[in-house]
């Protein structure tokens, strides 16, 4: 039983191709400051391991994302903060690392269009609310004059009174 | 022989298809009743048709027959049989086929259900459903033709990727297929509403409970798959706003926005344009999903594999029906005109700000979703949108939904004043607060994230029971009010409670959960969000198809012992892939989640990630109550009476009559074409 | 006015179909370096002897190659690729006379020996990054890719993946004859 153990792990070595010797325990990291480990664990959600098909650094089972843990730990220890470590990672692998574009020329349209559209949308709709009340005039901007629709609801109730009896 | 009697049915449907969708078409331009009258024969052929190739697919799947190069890259002979029925849809190839059976199946049902239908619209939905058949059937033929055989046949196949086999991951492609497909039958009605000019509020009422049908079954699809993401794929996560997630969401959300707004549209004739437009963008998305999934346009851990042929088609496909439908309505929608009225505290008012919040967040993922790829078109190279971008935009959109819902749910058609209720809802509304606070800080922690979510989770419930109770509040004889108030309210009540459910799993869990990734050696303990595992046990295990190593872990709570939880790594037989199994212990106020990751120092420990989740399936519990309530509301009792079949002419001018409980007076729709309803003479729904 | 409205959904839906067309002709998956035309991240890492017996050469600084126009490639012995696009920088290394510095990735210098013994050794230099500290500063994220540094030490161009004949014919070859004419 204990052989197999080991065969399958020797296995999971090969499929996975990790060269684990060297990092064995780096991978697991240990903050003594409480805010240093949330800033890690926050700060793993932000980037991008860029051999995945779309997986952040805190999901990724690539080795590659282990080095960029391994490099985050590092730095969130001596000292640097996510500004620090996002410029550092950018300079390497550019705009792409970030699953949070930063604010500027290229990204405006993405953060400020939903709340634009918003706005637009909001102002059509008082425009449409507003079209649609009962005007007191006798020209309805829907096309039926009021007094027509008002015969009819006339006739209408009529009816209806006549089937109820 | 099989297979190729399979290939020869679907060329046998495609014909049927043509003629699905230029006869009836045809019929209704030269008045020739014969022709419009093909168009019932003409579904089911090719439903039969259809179903029959999907027979002879499934066929090649059970019996393994690895001569058809899908069958031997999808399937394996150690494949268990359920994986090898639901295998048949696990491939692009096969999937195809899947929506085009959807397809047959969806447009054979709009036939048989339609007796009370005018010919003529009849004639033009089920020809529209043909077109958009004959693009799925040529798609299937031209580029994905599952019968294709191999040669030499290889002794076994590749195996379905384990990812899939799983029970949730098995039926969750049918039920997304059934909603996007779904979709389609209103956005057949819509397109035949804008080709004859008029919408009624009898059409109107036909096409409710399909919609609702449709979107119930998009509902349960998106949460299955969110449900299997979280079991399977071993990072604890339920929503990653990845690209196939969104593609999927989308027209979830434009669904949604339809639904209410045939709400209106039959009710009170109003935003009948809107509904037009809703009902081609509902569908529209899904096709566009369908787009980005298999095209390889954008990256993702979901996407089929990538073909750039087969997106240069569908994107045809997708320019020449939605591009098509909505020229269409530009040219069109200005005959679907309203001419009721409404005033600004209205249900209509409070419906149409629940659509445009709606619609508005759809574009915002859509944006989210796209961004990357506009930017690398444009040659601004590549970057990338993900969970924080959409989490930021999607969120404050979704929290004046939350305020809305149950208000608007009890407010009256056309006019209503709330100054009646205003003392009434405003207490309710500190309740809410209220109690939110409390419970946060009894059961979790105080944080104001928490306490604001769950206020508006509470509210929604609160309004939602205040409205059921206004509603009953005069009667008599309790029981025999509730048995007599229609379905459909019950549905949209229980509905709206699941959205407040669903929002209490998504805020907790978002807010509160634990994670911490160890180094565990046998014996080792670790404390996370107050609960202490042990690592006891290190096991191999053998599965159906995979070899697994089983660690094994206790868990304690303070002096309690409750119980264990095994998380496994699997390696499976025939694809060598790995793949990590989880282990969750499940419960309706937390979850605690074991996730293996790697072996450390050459086997004697491991990296271990231990994650405790509270309140995480209050998630799909919601959008099961969501789900429960659109298909209660689809069996109102009021859509099945849509009225006495049409003997003579469509223009008809009988009126129909509907006053509601408050005596706002009545809709009529102008022109007509409408039937006398038996009004069940509740307040409008 | 009201038809311009009701064809804004229809002219939205035209500009989206054409980025998607647009996006049907790129890779999503392809990552340019944003090291191009910057200077080449400076380094100093131990050198890989080239038989178990070769050790003790000292360090290997990259402001040796200053004002020579050079080749980086990163390989590692358990890459598949690597193996196919070898041939290729053997044939580089003969057809040009350019510094070609091998960077071993992430691997057993065991390993790497007996691979290079095996498949022949292009490499002017050949350098240890065991941790993979130096493919970080670089921008590595996959095996094999490989680096083309001008004379005044700014990258010039990176090719991800294997090289192939084409690459070598059409890209590799023409631009390290280009930035050696521009050297002077």
Redesign the interface.
């Known amino acids: ?1 204990r052989l ?3 065969l ?2 020797a ?3 090969q ?11 780096d ?4 903050f003594d400051d409480p805010v240093q480990r949330e800033m890690y ?1 926050a700060l793993l ?2 980037y ?1 391991c ?7 650094l ?2 990724s ?1 690539a ?2 994302a282990g ?2 843990r391994r ?1 985050i730990r590092d730095q969130i220890l001596a000292g640097k903060n996510q500004t620090d470590i996002d410029d550092y990672l ?12 930063r604010f500027g020329g ?2 405006a349209v ?2 400020i ?3 634009a ?2 706005v637009l ?2 102002g ?2 008082v425009m ?2 507003r079209r ?4 007191q005039s006798d020209d ?1 901007p ?3 004059p009021v007094a027509a ?1 008002q015969h ?2 006339e006739r ?2 009529k ?2 009174r006549l ?1 109820k009896d | 022989m099989i297979p190729e009697l399979g290939q020869f049915a679907l060329i046998l449907a495609l014909c049927t298809a043509v003629v699905l969708a230029v006869v009836p078409l045809a019929g209704t331009i030269t008045g020739h009743t014969g022709w419009m009258a093909m168009a019932r024969p003409a579904a089911g052929a090719q439903a039969f048709f259809v179903s029959l190739a999907y027979a002879c697919l499934t066929w090649s799947f059970v019996t393994h027959d690895f001569s058809v190069l899908y069958v031997a890259n999808t399937s394996n002979t150690s494949l268990p049989l359920i994986y090898r029925l639901s295998g048949v849809w696990g491939g692009h190839e096969g999937s195809i086929l899947f929506w085009c059976f959807i397809s047959a199946l969806w447009t054979a049902a709009v036939a048989v259900f339609s007796r009370s239908l005018p010919q003529v619209l009849l004639a033009r939905v089920l020809s529209v459903l043909g077109f958009v058949s004959i693009g799925f059937l040529l798609f299937v033929l031209w580029t994905s033709n599952p019968f294709e055989r191999l040669f030499p046949v290889p002794i076994d196949g590749a195996s379905l990727n384990p990812l899939l086999q799983d029970p949730g991951m098995a039926i969750h492609p049918p039920m997304l297929y059934l909603g996007y497909v779904g979709f389609s039958v209103a956005f057949a009605f819509a397109v035949a509403a804008l080709i004859g000019g008029q919408l009624d509020s009898a059409t109107l009422r036909w096409m409710r409970p399909w919609t609702n049908i449709a979107w119930m079954f998009l509902t349960v699809g998106i949460s299955l798959g969110s449900w299997w993401a979280y079991n399977e794929l071993g990072w604890g996560g339920w929503w990653f706003w990845d690209p196939v997630e969104n593609a999927s969401f989308m027209p979830w959300l434009v669904g949604t926005a339809l639904i209410h707004s045939l709400a209106a549209s039959e009710k009170r004739g109003v935003f009948k344009a809107w509904t037009v437009l809703l009902a081609v963008l509902a569908f529209s998305l899904s096709l566009l999903g369908t787009f980005l999934v298999r095209s390889g346009v954008l990256t993702s851990v979901h996407s089929f594999a990538a073909d750039p042929t087969r997106g240069l088609y569908i994107l045809l496909f997708l320019g020449v029906v939605v591009g098509g439908s909505l020229l269409l309505y530009a040219v069109r929608a200005h005959k679907l005109t309203s001419t009721a009225s409404f005033e600004l505290v209205s249900r209509e008012s409070a419906l149409l700000l629940n659509n445009i919040l709606l619609v508005v967040a759809s574009a915002a993922v859509l944006l989210g979703t796209l961004y990357p790829l506009f930017v690398d078109a444009l040659g601004y190279g590549k970057m990338s949108v993900g969970e924080q971008y959409f989490n930021a935009v999607f969120v404050p959109l979704m929290l004046p939904i939350l305020l809305i819902v149950g208000l608007g749910a009890m407010l009256n058609w056309k006019r209503d004043k709330l100054s009646g209720r205003a003392v009434p809802l405003a207490v309710l509304g500190v309740a809410s607060i209220v109690l939110a606070a409390l419970l946060a800080t009894q059961l979790l922690s105080f944080k104001m994230s928490a306490v604001a979510s769950l206020s508006l989770a509470i509210w929604v419930t609160a309004s939602t029971v205040y409205g059921i109770v206004h509603r009953l509040r005069n009667k008599r004889k309790r029981l025999s009010a509730v048995l007599h108030t229609p379905a459909a309210f019950w549905g949209m009540s229980i509905a709206h409670v699941g959205l407040a459910v669903f929002t209490v799993g998504v805020a907790l869990t978002s807010i509160y959960t634990e994670e911490q990734t160890v180094r565990m050696e046998l014996n080792d303990d670790h404390s996370v969000g107050g609960y202490t595992f042990t690592f006891t046990h290190l096991d191999e295990v053998r599965g159906a198809n995979f070899d697994a190593i089983e660690a094994r872990f206790a868990v304690s709570r303070g002096n309690a012992e409750l119980g264990d939880i095994s998380a496994q790594k699997r390696f499976y037989d025939v694809r060598q892939d790995t793949m990590t199994e989880a282990g969750i212990d499940a419960g309706l106020t937390r979850d605690l989640f074991i996730a293996l990751g790697e072996p450390l120092d050459g086997g004697s420990a491991w990296s271990v990630r231990i994650q405790t989740k509270p309140f995480i399936r209050w998630i799909w519990l919601g959008t099961l109550f969501m789900a429960a309530g659109g298909l209660l509301a689809a069996l109102d009792r009021r859509y099945r009476k849509v009225g006495v079949p049409s003997t003579t002419s469509d223009r008809t001018a009988r009126p129909a009559v509907r006053s509601d409980k408050n005596g706002q007076g009545s809709s009529a729709s102008i022109p007509v074409t409408t039937r006398v309803s038996v009004p069940g003479g509740q307040t409008g729904l | 006015m009201n038809l311009l409205l009701k064809l804004l959904p229809l002219a939205l839906f035209v500009a989206l179909a054409g980025f998607l067309a647009k996006g049907l002709t790129l890779d999503p998956a392809e990552l340019p370096s944003p090291l191009i035309d910057k200077p080449a991240p400076a380094f100093s890492v131990a050198r890989l002897p080239r038989t178990p017996e070769h050790s003790g050469a000292q360090d290997f600084n990259s402001n040796e190659l200053a004002g020579q126009v050079w080749v980086l490639n990163v390989w590692a012995s358990w890459c598949g690729p690597c193996v196919q696009e070898h041939p290729y920088l053997v044939r580089l290394a003969q057809q040009r006379s350019v510094p070609l510095v091998g960077l071993n990735y992430k691997d057993q210098p065991a390993d790497a020996q007996q691979w290079l013994a095996r498949l022949g050794d292009p490499f002017t230099h050949l350098l240890d990054d065991r941790r993979g500290d130096v493919g970080l500063d670089w921008g590595v994220y996959g095996v094999p890719e490989t680096f083309v540094i001008d004379h005044e030490g700014r990258v010039r161009y990176k090719h991800v993946g294997p090289v192939d004949e084409a690459a070598l014919l059409e890209k590799l070859i023409p631009i390290i004859d280009e930035l050696q004419n521009e050297a002077g």
């Not at chain 1, 060269?19 to 064995?24: D, G, M």
């Not at chain 1, 860029?50 to 952040?56: A, E, H, I, P, V």
């Open positions: 039983m197999t153990l080991l399958l792990i296995l999971l070595f499929t996975v191709t990790l060269v684990q010797s060297a990092n064995s325990a991978e697991i990291v240990s664990y959600k932000e991008r860029l051999k995945c098909q779309n997986q952040n805190s999901d089972n080795s590659l080095d960029l490099e950018v300079a390497r692998y550019g705009e792409f690392v970030l699953y949070r574009p290229k990204t993405l953060w269009a939903p709340f559209l918003l949308a909001l059509a709709m449409i609310i649609h009340r009962r005007p309805t829907g096309g039926e629709v009819i609801d209408l109730e009816a209806r089937l």
